[in-house]
Every structure is written in C-alpha cells, then in structure tokens.
C-alpha cells in the first residue's frame, strides 16, 4: 500500500471516528433535551404540591398527572392525585427505604427501546421521577409521573435524525478522501520531486545535487542526507577512476620492459634453452602480450570517463566502415568467416573519428572471436544505414544465444560471457564499456541484442546516433 493511500485512509478513519462521536453525542443531546425539560417541569410541579399541601392548599395540577406525596420521617403517603388513584405505577418495593432510594428515571433512549420493544396499545408509558423536597422543616418524597404519550412523534424525529446523520457521515467521508488525498499529495509532492532528482542521478553526473528546500523540514533533512551520500559516492568513483588510470599507467612500463626482454630471450638465446624453458618463455610472451593490451584497454576507458565530450568534426562513417571491414576481412577469411555488408552511402557523423574507429575496431573484434557456426556456417553482418530520427549501425554475429540477463551486463566493464572461452580468445571484458562510453559521448546510445532468425543466433551490436545530421 503506498503512503499517499496509508495517509488518506488515515485522515478518512480518524475524521469519521470523530463525526461519529460527535454525531452520538448530538444526537444523545438532542433526544435527551426534551426530558431534561420534562423533568425540571416535574420538579417545579413537585415543589408547588409540596408548598400548597404545607399551607393545607388544594393541590392544582393537570389530570394525567401521577403524583405521590410521603413524610420522609416515616413514609406515610399525605397525597395522591386523582391519577394516581386509578393507575397505579409499579414500584420496585413498598418498603419506604427503597421507596426513598429508588430512582425509576428512564433515559430518552430507554423509553424509546421499551417503545419500539412492543407495550400493549392500552398500556401508557410514564415518565417518572422521585424529588427529595424540604420545606417548613419537613423533608418530604414526591413521586411523580407524567405519561409519554407522543412517543411515535418522538420516533419519527429519532429516524429523521438518523438518516441526516447517516447522509451527512456519507458526504464527511467523501470530503474526507478527496481532502485526504490533496493533503497527502501536498505532503509527499516534495518526496517525488526527490525520488524524480535522485532517480536521474548515476555515475554520469555525479555532480548533480537534490536541492534543499527553505523550511528546514524532514524533506530537507532527506536532501541534505542524499546529498552527503552523493558526496561519497563521487568521491569514491573518483578515487577509483584515479586508481586505475594511475595503476594502469604505472603498469604499462614494466609489462612493456618484461616483453621486451622475453622477445630478446626468445630471439638470441632460444635455440640453447631446453624444450621447456623455451615453452614457458612463449607462454609468459603471450601473458604478457595480453596483460598489455589489458592495460591499453584500461587507459582508454579512463581517458573516455574522464572527458566531458568529444570533438565534433564530420566523419564519413560509410568509409571508416569499410576500411575496418578491409583490414578485419583477412582475419575473418583465415577463420572461415563469411562477412556481408550493406552500408549506406554518404553518411556522416559529428564526432571524433579516431575514437570512433576504435570503438568500430572492437565491435569487429568482438563478432569475429565469440562466432560460433550456426546452421552450417558462421557469418558477420554490418548494416549502417540513416533514418529521420538517428544514424544506426549494426554488427552481428552467429553465436551462442545470450539470455536478458546477460544481454543487459555485456557492457559492464570486466564482464565475460563464457569467462573460460574468453580467457582463450584473449577478451578483457572492457571492449564494449569501451564502446558504450564512445558512444554515449558522442550523444548516442548503445545496446546489444541476441535473437534466432532462420534457424540460426545472431547477437546484436546496435549503435544508434540521434545527433547525426541529415
């Protein structure tokens, strides 16, 4: 569940608890009014029976009125209305003590459920309460009762209130979602922006920071915190960037110096060492010849990374294309390769063409040392042709099929399908980081596909160019 959804729940329960409990409070206090009246009214009536019977008075009141009038000292009954002679209300006991004590007060919502429970039509529901009233010295106990005879009016305004109140809770928790939702947008609007900032930021630009609001809120403790690991990370990417251009710099002497003087062994003194020494010496050669080119490949991709971009000059790629295929045909012929072309004419690029060529120079080398036959031979295609939107070229191969995982990491630096196979063919897992990067400098894009197509694999190499000129 996603937070905006978790906030606006929340606002939504906890204001209808509270409609709730407000709407129960009112409508108790609305339904209770009206007895809070009676009953005051009954105590008034009560002290004037009580005042009138001390004066020895005739006691006037109105003729459904139930009225008991005792002595507290000893509980002898000193006046019953005309009413209370012919309805006689239930009691708990007769017994003066409890008489005294009890209260046979109902609440609004108790007189409304012994309604709606069902009394006989020809029984009356009384209101009743008991007042302890001194006066002239004398404590005196008043039961009085009234009857409830209006209660299905009573009922009609409970239902009336009911459904106003069921209608206006439908319409807050209505107002309540779409309020929720505004207040949890305008609450996490600063979080999308972050997510949005921090979600474009990678190794390419590094030197991007979230911006930090004025409010000096949780938001901004967030961006200031993103910001601090930004800075980290930049630092270690730098310093690792740094680390490799130097060791690979340092690197390139010595293994140019073993080289040098393992050729020398080779060349004066090979015929008078043993079988075995001479084969160690070739196989340390070839070591070494690999560890150099290791290196050359690790210079570029930090002379790359360290470029901020490229020169822009017109570079013909039709002819650079085919002048590599020129050169890499002989390799492609002695390793029975079959090379097909369909170049475009006339297509130019903006850009750096050295960089280029080497970039091309690894595609070619990749789709010749990982062919593999497939349906009966082994084949390369170069396409480069120009549309309205890019510049594409593209180099396949007959292969081994890559699944998604791997078509994804192939440009990955030291990444290697097949690490031992690799190892033999002398790859580095640096020539497509090498040409990803080429390309991405010059405001391109680069990506590698693997599919079967007449029974047969070809992987993909795709560079696309949107910045080439038409």
């Given at each position: ?39 005051k ?56 003590k ?104 990678s ?48 690197l ?17 003194d ?17 070591q ?6 290791l290196?050359?490949d ?52 903006l ?120």
């Amino acid at each position: 569940m996603k937070i905006r959804t978790r906030i606006t729940l929340f606002v939504v329960l906890s204001g209808l608890a509270a409609s709730l409990l407000l709407s129960t409070w009112l409508i108790g206090e609305l339904l209770e009014q009206p007895f809070r009246f009676l009953d005051k009214s009954l105590q008034e009536e009560s002290e004037r029976a009580v005042r009138m019977l001390s004066h020895e008075a005739d006691i006037e009141m109105p003729r459904t009125t139930w009225m008991e009038i005792r002595d507290a000292a000893d509980g002898k009954i000193l006046y019953r209305s005309q009413s209370a002679e012919v309805v006689g209300l239930n009691s708990t006991n007769s017994e003066a003590k409890d008489f005294e004590k009890r209260d046979t007060r109902m609440t609004a919502l108790a007189s409304i459920f012994r309604y709606l429970r069902g009394v006989p039509g020809d029984r009356t529901i009384y209101r009743t309460k008991i007042f302890e009233i001194a006066h002239d010295g004398g404590l005196f106990l008043v039961r009085i009762a009234r009857p409830m005879d209006k209660l299905d009016k009573l009922e009609e305004g409970i239902q009336r209130a009911f459904w106003t109140v069921a209608a206006s809770l439908i319409f807050v928790v209505m107002a309540l979602i779409a309020i929720g939702r505004v207040v949890a947008g305008k609450i996490l609007r600063p979080v999308k922006n972050i997510m949005a900032l921090a979600r474009n930021i990678s190794d390419k630009n590094l030197t991007e920071r979230i911006p930090v609001g004025r409010e000096r809120d949780e938001h901004a403790e967030l961006s200031e915190t993103l910001n601090r690991m930004l800075d980290r990370l930049q630092f270690s990417f730098a310093r690792q960037k740094e680390f490799l251009f130097d060791t690979s710099h340092e690197l390139k002497t010595p293994l140019t110096t073993i080289r040098m003087a393992v050729e020398e062994m080779n060349a004066e003194d090979g015929f008078l060492l043993p079988k075995e020494a001479r084969d160690n010496l070739s196989r340390m050669e070839s070591q070494v010849i690999r560890m150099e080119r290791l290196v050359k490949d690790l210079l570029s991709l930090s002379a790359l990374e360290a470029l901020p971009n490229v020169e822009r000059n017109p570079v013909r790629v039709d002819v650079l294309l085919s002048s590599l295929i020129d050169e890499y045909r002989f390799w492609a012929d002695a390793e029975n390769i079959r090379v097909e072309t369909e170049i475009q004419e006339g297509l130019v690029l903006l850009g750096d063409e050295e960089k280029l060529r080497r970039s091309l120079s690894n595609a070619m080398d990749n789709a010749i040392k990982y062919n593999e036959e497939q349906a009966g031979e082994r084949l390369i295609t170069v396409r480069a042709f120009e549309s309205p939107e890019a510049l594409t070229i593209i180099v396949s191969n007959t292969g081994e099929a890559l699944s998604m995982e791997e078509s994804r990491r192939v440009f990955d630096q030291f990444y290697r399908v097949g690490k031992t196979q690799s190892s033999r063919r002398g790859g580095s897992g640096l020539g497509l980081a090498i040409i990803k990067k080429t390309v991405e400098l010059h405001q391109g894009e680069a990506r590698f596909e693997s599919a079967t197509t007449e029974s047969r694999n070809m992987n993909r190499l795709i560079l696309s160019f949107s910045s080439a000129p038409t």
